[in-house]
């Protein structure tokens, strides 16, 4: 995406590469709480797109931001709930229904785009989030916040203990008062609200422009950095800055003119993810009930 | 039977409920997309060549997911396997095109889509990664791969383009008619789908893979070799995906370039859905959503907002699907007994 090569010629700043990570960080550390609930949320990139197009949208419409960032949430809200009742309340397949979310969001947000803006789809351009202080917003300080907030809330407290305990044995956390279906679609709900924020940084924050197809996968992204990152908020995040970092990498070594193929570099973060997962393997950090549907009289 | 009518019927109705969510008059819209689908001779040649990639990746959803492997990364042993066919086309260059070579770019798609898909499936079986989340990297990984490709040790003489040399005509999969798109690949993807059907439902391999596919547990007790058929299944799966490419690029584009993936390999995924996860249900299922594509074109006319629709009547659909086979479960619900993920 052109639009979205700001300045990397030049020199890659701390900030910048922060700025490039937020989305992705912003997406995996909902998917994590999600995922400790005991779902995949493979609808994850749906939410991005829909909450990309949203606060394109109502960006557009109202010249506001923030505005445009509430529009997103809510739209990636509502799309993972569409999931959890799928997934959570009739037990359904959670490949099968995050694969069709997935398509749902594609078609929606390319055929809203196509009958509002033509087949053409010209590049939009966007009022952004104000910044400060260089390169700072509102989101970029909301994000250290985030993971800190949903490290604690997953392991200090009472509704954490039990959400963890509804992705580890949800029979379990039924005989103890809970309520697993309950606290699986508020995890799946956590993991829609960031990802549809994830869309709309993506729009408002990062590029202040639309086109279709800018999510660019960062939500199965996201998704393959829970594992890597072992379901710790912390480690998630640090795991999808490495990311970042390995993409803002390629355009440092293209300009240097080092014969390393940018392919490689671009690939890199996968594949070292994907040598991590071989090494752990699964091991002792997955949530054990995860991606299997809970019946309550089975 | 019914179940089938009802799927046909609903699917109807899906997509006139899409079509009047986006304002276009329904009784028009869908004489325009039957006309631009089955009108005439092109019309149905445009259909099967949208089926064709449909048909073959559905079929390699089918065979992992029946055996209880969700390869998910259709798109990129789709794109290895395109890969693979334009490598074995380089260095068939010094001999002369024919069919041979053909054969030889078919059987290099077929083996490099396996070989893809099979390190996913290697690797949950032996290190517990989630098919899921590989193959989900391994997508990422195969679009890197081709554009190393077509830069690299792929790329076409002059040197100009990020892009293969094209496929001399002779090497090129058969064309029925000089005036259509319609290739042999057609042929291929009917004959991969009786293939499959043998495989799953008339050999012993087949049925142990199902019974995988069931209950992992219960096959495993039952002294069943579990890990192997899963990585079977998905080196067929795999092998089926990459065909997929190499028919697209052997019939259709002649080249690869960075805009080679077009989604086929994700749009098999709700095919192979509404297919019943059945080796022939799919052709059906491969030609509705073939003809939808091929007859969105004419929609344009009526709304900007042309192919996008198909990929929302896709996921309608499915949801729909999934919806009903809800109703089912819950009716089944009295005598207590359910089955896991069925």
Redesign the interface.
Same mark, same amino acid.
């Given at each position: 995406m052109a639009s979205t090569q700001t300045g990397w010629e030049d020199r890659i700043e701390l900030v910048n590469l922060l700025r490039y990570a937020v989305p992705l960080v912003l997406a995996s550390t909902g998917e994590t709480v999600g995922q400790k609930s005991g779902v995949?949320n493979?609808g994850l990139e749906g939410c991005l797109m829909v909450g990309a197009y949203s606060a394109m949208a109502v960006t557009l419409d109202t010249r506001n931001p923030f505005l445009g960032c509430a529009a997103g949430i809510l739209a990636g809200l509502v799309l993972a709930l569409l999931f959890a009742w799928?997934t959570v309340w009739?037990?359904?397949?959670q490949?099968?229904?995050g694969?069709?979310?997935n398509?749902?969001a594609?078609?929606?947000t390319?055929?809203?785009f196509?009958?509002r803006?033509?087949?053409s789809g010209s590049l939009l351009s966007l009022p952004s989030l104000p910044q400060f202080g260089g390169e700072w917003d509102v989101v970029m300080l909301f994000v250290p916040l985030l993971v800190v907030l949903a490290w604690a809330s997953i392991t200090k407290t009472t509704w954490g203990l039990a959400l963890r305990a509804a992705g580890e044995a949800p029979k379990a956390v039924e005989a103890a008062g809970f309520s697993a279906l309950k606290l699986r679609t508020q995890g799946l709900a956590v993991s829609g609200a960031l990802g549809g924020l994830a869309g709309a940084y993506l729009t408002v924050g990062l590029t202040g422009s639309y086109a279709p197809g800018i999510t660019a996968?960062r939500g199965?992204?996201a998704?393959?950095m829970v594992?890597f990152g072992r379901w710790r908020p912390f480690w998630v995040a640090m795991a999808t800055i490495l990311v970042g970092f390995a993409d803002s990498l390629q355009y440092e070594l293209q300009a240097a003119g080092l014969p390393v193929?940018y392919?490689?570099l671009?690939?890199l973060p996968?594949?070292i993810?994907?040598t991590v997962?071989?090494i752990v393997?699964?091991?002792k950090d997955v949530p054990l009930s995860l991606?299997?549907?809970f019946?309550r009289?089975? | 039977m019914i179940r089938t009518v009802l799927t046909a019927l609903g699917l109807v109705v899906v997509l006139a409920l899409t079509l009047a969510c986006?304002?276009v008059a329904v009784g028009p819209g869908l004489l325009l997309l039957t006309e631009g689908a089955f009108g005439d001779k092109f019309a149905i040649a445009r259909t099967l060549v949208k089926a064709t990639p449909l048909l073959l990746t559905a079929l390699g959803m089918t065979v992992a997911w029946k055996t209880g492997v969700?390869n998910?990364g259709g798109e990129g042993q789709y794109i290895v396997g395109a890969v693979f066919a334009a490598a074995i086309g380089k260095l068939l260059l010094p001999t002369s095109p024919g069919p041979i070579w053909t054969v030889l770019m078919l059987i290099a798609a077929i083996l490099g889509g396996a070989g893809y898909a099979s390190l996913a499936g290697w690797?949950y079986v032996r290190?517990?990664?989630?098919i899921?989340?590989?193959t989900?990297?391994?997508?990422?990984?195969a679009i890197?791969?081709l554009?190393?490709a077509v830069?690299?040790p792929l790329k076409e003489k002059a040197g100009q383009v990020p892009q293969t040399d094209s496929i001399p005509d002779a090497a090129m999969l058969i064309k029925f008619d000089r005036q259509m798109d319609l290739h042999a690949g057609v042929v291929l993807a009917l004959l991969a789908a009786v293939a499959v059907y043998l495989l799953m439902y008339r050999t012993r391999l087949g049925f142990l893979m199902r019974v995988t596919g069931d209950n992992r547990r219960a096959a495993r007790a039952n002294q069943i070799p579990a890990d192997r058929l899963q990585v079977v299944a998905m080196a067929i799966s795999g092998g089926l995906c990459g065909l997929a490419g190499g028919v697209q690029y052997l019939g259709i584009v002649g080249r690869l370039g960075t805009t080679f993936p077009e989604q086929w390999g994700?749009l098999g995924?709700?095919v192979a859905?509404l297919g019943g996860l059945h080796p022939l249900g799919v052709i059906p299922a491969a030609v509705y959503f073939g003809a939808l594509f091929a007859g969105s074109d004419q929609l344009?006319r009526f709304?900007? *907002?042309?192919t996008? #629709?198909?990929? /929302?009547?896709? *996921?309608?659909a499915? #949801?729909g699907f /999934?919806?009903m086979?809800?109703v089912k479960?819950r009716r089944r619900?009295p005598d207590?007994r359910?089955e896991?993920?069925s």
């Amino acid at each position: 995406m052109a639009s979205t090569q700001t300045g990397w010629e030049d020199r890659i700043e701390l900030v910048n590469l922060l700025r490039y990570a937020v989305p992705l960080v912003l997406a995996s550390t909902g998917e994590t709480v999600g995922q400790k609930s005991g779902v995949i949320n493979i609808g994850l990139e749906g939410c991005l797109m829909v909450g990309a197009y949203s606060a394109m949208a109502v960006t557009l419409d109202t010249r506001n931001p923030f505005l445009g960032c509430a529009a997103g949430i809510l739209a990636g809200l509502v799309l993972a709930l569409l999931f959890a009742w799928f997934t959570v309340w009739r037990s359904q397949d959670q490949v099968v229904v995050g694969t069709a979310i997935n398509l749902l969001a594609t078609g929606l947000t390319l055929a809203l785009f196509q009958s509002r803006f033509g087949q053409s789809g010209s590049l939009l351009s966007l009022p952004s989030l104000p910044q400060f202080g260089g390169e700072w917003d509102v989101v970029m300080l909301f994000v250290p916040l985030l993971v800190v907030l949903a490290w604690a809330s997953i392991t200090k407290t009472t509704w954490g203990l039990a959400l963890r305990a509804a992705g580890e044995a949800p029979k379990a956390v039924e005989a103890a008062g809970f309520s697993a279906l309950k606290l699986r679609t508020q995890g799946l709900a956590v993991s829609g609200a960031l990802g549809g924020l994830a869309g709309a940084y993506l729009t408002v924050g990062l590029t202040g422009s639309y086109a279709p197809g800018i999510t660019a996968g960062r939500g199965f992204v996201a998704i393959a950095m829970v594992t890597f990152g072992r379901w710790r908020p912390f480690w998630v995040a640090m795991a999808t800055i490495l990311v970042g970092f390995a993409d803002s990498l390629q355009y440092e070594l293209q300009a240097a003119g080092l014969p390393v193929p940018y392919q490689l570099l671009k690939a890199l973060p996968y594949v070292i993810a994907l040598t991590v997962l071989i090494i752990v393997g699964s091991g002792k950090d997955v949530p054990l009930s995860l991606g299997q549907a809970f019946r309550r009289n089975s | 039977m019914i179940r089938t009518v009802l799927t046909a019927l609903g699917l109807v109705v899906v997509l006139a409920l899409t079509l009047a969510c986006f304002g276009v008059a329904v009784g028009p819209g869908l004489l325009l997309l039957t006309e631009g689908a089955f009108g005439d001779k092109f019309a149905i040649a445009r259909t099967l060549v949208k089926a064709t990639p449909l048909l073959l990746t559905a079929l390699g959803m089918t065979v992992a997911w029946k055996t209880g492997v969700y390869n998910i990364g259709g798109e990129g042993q789709y794109i290895v396997g395109a890969v693979f066919a334009a490598a074995i086309g380089k260095l068939l260059l010094p001999t002369s095109p024919g069919p041979i070579w053909t054969v030889l770019m078919l059987i290099a798609a077929i083996l490099g889509g396996a070989g893809y898909a099979s390190l996913a499936g290697w690797l949950y079986v032996r290190r517990g990664v989630e098919i899921v989340i590989s193959t989900i990297l391994l997508n990422f990984i195969a679009i890197q791969i081709l554009g190393w490709a077509v830069e690299g040790p792929l790329k076409e003489k002059a040197g100009q383009v990020p892009q293969t040399d094209s496929i001399p005509d002779a090497a090129m999969l058969i064309k029925f008619d000089r005036q259509m798109d319609l290739h042999a690949g057609v042929v291929l993807a009917l004959l991969a789908a009786v293939a499959v059907y043998l495989l799953m439902y008339r050999t012993r391999l087949g049925f142990l893979m199902r019974v995988t596919g069931d209950n992992r547990r219960a096959a495993r007790a039952n002294q069943i070799p579990a890990d192997r058929l899963q990585v079977v299944a998905m080196a067929i799966s795999g092998g089926l995906c990459g065909l997929a490419g190499g028919v697209q690029y052997l019939g259709i584009v002649g080249r690869l370039g960075t805009t080679f993936p077009e989604q086929w390999g994700f749009l098999g995924i709700p095919v192979a859905l509404l297919g019943g996860l059945h080796p022939l249900g799919v052709i059906p299922a491969a030609v509705y959503f073939g003809a939808l594509f091929a007859g969105s074109d004419q929609l344009s006319r009526f709304t900007p *907002a042309g192919t996008s #629709l198909v990929y /929302v009547i896709q *996921a309608v659909a499915v #949801l729909g699907f /999934v919806a009903m086979s809800t109703v089912k479960w819950r009716r089944r619900k009295p005598d207590g007994r359910t089955e896991s993920n069925s």
